[in-house]
C-alpha cells in the first residue's frame, strides 16, 4: 500500500546555526528518506538566520535561504516551526513570542530562556494556539522531557534528581580518575571542548538549575526561580575531599534535586555537590553523561543516561520535537503537545509552595582547613553547635601543605538555614583560614 | 481560562481483571481529575471482561459492566479503546484483530502475542485504520518503546542491549549476593510472587526473547521469530560460575542483544547469560530491575532502568498509552502511532537477513566438569581445537564437591556454529562430566 500521492512539506526556519544549528541540518538531509517515511511528510529547511551572512561556512547552503535578522525567520508566513538554536535569553525570548504569537510550532534548546521566562512562553503559547517542544534543553538526546510529559503520565513525582550538567561532571569525573585539581582539569576540559571560555555557567550549577527548573515544572506545574533555590558549584572541591568519598566509598557529582512533599504541598529545587553511594547506579555516571533519577508513585524509581550535550546529541532531541511538531501540523489535538499543558493537579496552582531553607533538611559533609593550633577543634564544634547542627563524625588531620589542619565533619540531619548561618559564623572566626568545602550527603532511597 | 463545557468521554474496554487490569483500574479512578485536567477527556471503563462473573473480587465494579467474552468487549461499538491485558496467545489474538478490524484502538501488554503475531496485527492495524499501543509490553514501565518510537526517532540502532525479564535477574542477583544454589533462590523467588509457579517462559531466555522481537521490529523494521535467535536460559549457572565473574570484575547477566550491522545488513537476536564488567552500569542493574542500552548514531549510547514488571509499573505504562490513545481518538493522524508504522529504512525490507549462527562472533567462558583423570585437559583441549575454538585462557581446578576437576576456559572471537559444534562433541566425550556452562562474554564500546 505505497503512496504515490506527493507527501506535505513541513517548512522549517533555523534561528542560529552554530554547532546545534549545523547538526540538525546535517541530520536532515542525511536521513530525509528515512523521515519522509515515517513521518508521512518532508521536513524542508526553507529559512536560517545567521549571525553573519558573509561568514564562511562548512555547510554549502543556498545563499538565499539565509538572513540575518532571525525575527524574519519567525514572522515568515510560510515557515510553520521555527527552531531556535541561537540561545541567549534575550532576543531569542523575542523570536520565540512572535513565532506563537502566531500560533506556530516552536522547537528550542534553550534551557536559560525557558527557566527566566519559561511563564510568558507558556502564556503565549496557550494564548496563540501555538506549541512548544524543548526536548533538546534538558538532558541532550535522552527522551526525559517525553518521558515525563507522556510515558510517565500516571505517576506524581516525589523526587526528581540526577546530574544535569555534563562539564561538571567531566570535571568531577577526571578529578578522581586523575588525582589533579580542579584547575588542571578545568584546563584540560577546555582543551577539549568540554567547557566553555567562561565557565561560570557550568561550574557555578546555573546550567543545572535552569534545567531543573524546566524538569520542575513539567512535573509540577510551576516555575521556580533560581532565586527560590539553593544552588552551588564545585570550584571548592579538592583531592582531600575525593579522598575521603573514596575511603567511605562514595561518589562526588553536581546533583540537581526537585523534591515535593505532597503532604505539606512544598516543593524545593537544589542544586550541590553531593556524596552518593558508589553502589548506585547515578553514582557510576561519569564522564559528560548525565543521569536522572524519576521517582513516580505509580512506576516507582526509573532512571535515564546519555551524553548531557553536543551536536549530535542535542540534534537528535530537536528532531525528535520535529517529528511530534508533525503530529501537531497532522491535526493533533493532544493538549499535551500545546500551550494547553497543565501538568498540575487540580486546585494545586495557588497551594503549592516552594519550600524555605528553613524547612529543607539535609546531611552534610564539611571540611574546614583550619590553624594547627590547640583549641581550634572546640572553637569549630562550638560553631556548629551554636547553630544547632549536630555532628555525627569528626576526623581532624595535618594539612597536605603542612601548613595548617583540616577537620572533616559530617553532620545529621540539619535545616538549610542552619547550615548557612554557620557558614557565615566561620568567616568571621580568626582560626578558620577558608570558607568550608560543604558537600551534601545524598541519601535516596532507591 | 477553565472550560466550562463538559470534556469528551473516552470509553474504555478491559479484557482481563488480573493483576495488570486491577492497577489500571485503580490508578484510573484514584487521578480521574488529574488525567482530565491534562487530557481534556474523561477516561471512562465502560465495560469488563472477565473469566469468571461469579468469582469475588477485592475492587467492587458494578456488575452490570462486567461479561465473560472479551469478544464483547472488543466488538462493542461504544468502546473506543479495548485494553489487551488477559495475557496468552490465542484468544488475545482474536480480541485484538476483532478489534482492531474496527479500526479502534488497542492497548497490550501482552510480549508473547506481538513476538508471535506482530505481523499479522500490525497489518490489521493498517488495513482498517485501526492504532496499537504496546508500552507494557517491554520492560514494565520504563518508556522504551516510545523513546525508541518517538525520542529517538533521528538515529539507526547498531546494538540494542539489556536486562528485559526481571525474575531472571532477582535470581543472578541473590545468587550472588547469598551464595545460594539456582534451585534454593528460584523457590525464594516464587515464595515472593517474583517467579511464577512454571517458571521456564522466565528462566530460559524466552520471555526476554519475545521481548526482544519488539524492539528489534520498532528498530528495524522486521520481526524476528524466536526460531531465528539464539535463546539461553540461566538454570545451568551455579556458584562456580559467581567465583569466576567476582574474582575476574564481572557480574552475570541474562541478556537480550539486538545486532544490527548495516554494512551487511545483517541483524541478530540473542538471549544468553554474559558476564559484564562491574564498571558498565548496566551491570548494576539488581534485583527485579530492567536495564536497556540503546546505541543511536545520531545520539550516541542512551540508558534506561526500571521495575520491569509488577501491576504499577505495568499499570504506569498502560495509561500511557491510553493517553497517547487520546491523541489520535482527538484526530491525530501521527504516522508513529498507527497501523502506518513503518520503522525501516527505505528499500530494506527485503535485504535484511537474519545473521546465520556462521556469521555471529562472540568470546565465550565455558566451564567443564570432568572426571579427574590424566590426559582429560587435552582431550577438552582438542575439542575445541577441532572446532576452530581458540583458548584465550584455561584453569583447572578440583571439583568442589570432590569427585571430579572443573575446566574453566575463556575464549578468542569464534562462531555461534563453531561452539554449538563444540558443545555437541562434549556430549559424546565420556570423561566429560555434564553439559558445559557457557557464558557469553559481553564487549560493549560504551
Keep these: ?164 550538567n555534563g ?59 533560581t532565586d527560590e533555590m539553593l544552588v552551588e558549584g564545585i570550584r571548592e572541591i579538592t583531592q582531600e575531599d575525593f579522598a575521603y568519598a573514596n575511603k567511605f566509598g562514595y561518589s562526588i557529582k553536581l546533583l540537581a534535586v526537585i523534591t515535593r512533599d505532597f503532604e505539606t504541598d512544598r516543593l524545593f529545587i537544589n542544586v550541590q555537590p553531593t556524596l552518593i553511594s558508589r553502589r548506585k547506579v547515578l553514582a557510576n555516571v561519569d564522564e559528560v553523561y548525565n543521569g536522572i533519577c524519576v521517582c513516580g508513585d505509580v512506576v516507582g524509581t526509573t532512571f535515564y543516561m546519555g551524553e548531557g550535550a553536543g551536536q549530535n546529541a542535542t540534534a537528535s532531541a530537536v528532531i525528535a520535537d520535529l517529528a511530534d511538531a508533525v503530529s501537531v501540523l497532522n491535526g493533533s489535538k493532544h493538549p499535551l503537545f500545546s500551550g494547553e499543558i497543565s501538568p498540575v493537579e487540580p486546585n494545586e496552582e495557588n497551594s503549592l509552595k516552594v519550600s524555605t531553607l528553613g524547612e529543607v533538611m539535609s546531611k552534610y559533609y564539611i571540611r574546614v582547613a583550619v590553624m594547627d593550633i590547640p583549641g581550634v577543634l572546640a572553637k569549630v564544634a562550638t560553631i556548629l553547635s551554636n547553630n544547632g547542627v549536630s555532628i555525627a563524625s569528626v576526623l581532624q588531620q595535618e594539612g597536605t601543605d603542612g601548613t595548617g589542619a583540616s577537620i572533616v565533619l559530617t553532620t545529621h540531619k540539619t535545616s538549610e538555614e542552619a547550615i548557612q548561618k554557620m557558614v557565615k559564623d566561620f568567616e568571621t572566626t580568626d582560626s578558620v583560614l577558608s570558607p568550608p568545602v560543604l558537600l551534601k550527603i545524598g541519601e535516596f532511597e532507591d
Excluded at 539565509?66 to 523570536?95: K, S, W
Excluded at 589533579?180 to 566553555?196: C, F, H, N, T, W
Excluded at 557550568?202 to 520542575?216: E, N, P, Y
Design 1 to 164: 500500500m505505497k503512496a504515490s500521492k506527493s507527501k506535505p512539506t513541513v517548512n522549517i526556519g533555523l534561528c542560529g546555526f552554530g554547532v546545534v544549528g549545523q547538526g540538525v541540518w546535517r541530520h536532515l538531509k542525511e536521513k530525509s528518506e528515512v523521515f519522509e517515511k515515517k513521518l508521512g511528510s518532508l521536513f524542508k529547511i526553507s529559512r536560517v538566520a545567521v549571525r553573519d551572512m558573509a561568514k564562511e561556512r562548512e555547510i554549502d547552503l543556498d545563499p538565499s535561504l539565509l538572513c540575518e535578522d532571525p525575527l524574519e525567520v519567525a514572522n515568515d508566513p510560510e515557515i510553520q516551526i521555527v527552531c531556535e538554536l541561537m540561545g541567549g535569553t534575550e532576543i531569542a525570548r523575542e523570536v520565540v513570542l512572535a513565532a506563537l504569537s502566531k500560533g506556530k510550532i516552536v522547537v528550542t534548546a534553550n534551557k536559560a530562556l525557558l527557566c527566566f521566562h519559561g511563564k510568558e512562553i507558556f502564556e503565549a503559547a496557550r494564548k496563540h494556539g501555538g506549541h512548544i517542544f524543548f526536548e533538546a534543553s534538558v538532558a541532550g538526546g535522552i527522551p526525559i522531557i517525553k518521558a515525563l510529559r507522556e510515558g510517565l503520565i500516571a505517576n506524581r513525582f516525589s523526587l526528581i534528581y540526577g546530574i544535569l
Design 167 to 225: 562539564t561538571c561532571n567531566f570535571i568531577l569525573t577526571h578529578m578522581e580518575k586523575e588525582g589533579q585539581s580542579y584547575e588542571v582539569i578545568l584546563d584540560e576540559a577546555k582543551r577539549l571542548g568540554y567547557a566553555e571560555a567562561d565557565e561560570a555557567l557550568d561550574v557555578d550549577g546555573w546550567d543545572s538549575a535552569h534545567k531543573a527548573s524546566i524538569l520542575a515544572f513539567l512535573a509540577h506545574g510551576k516555575w521556580v526561580s
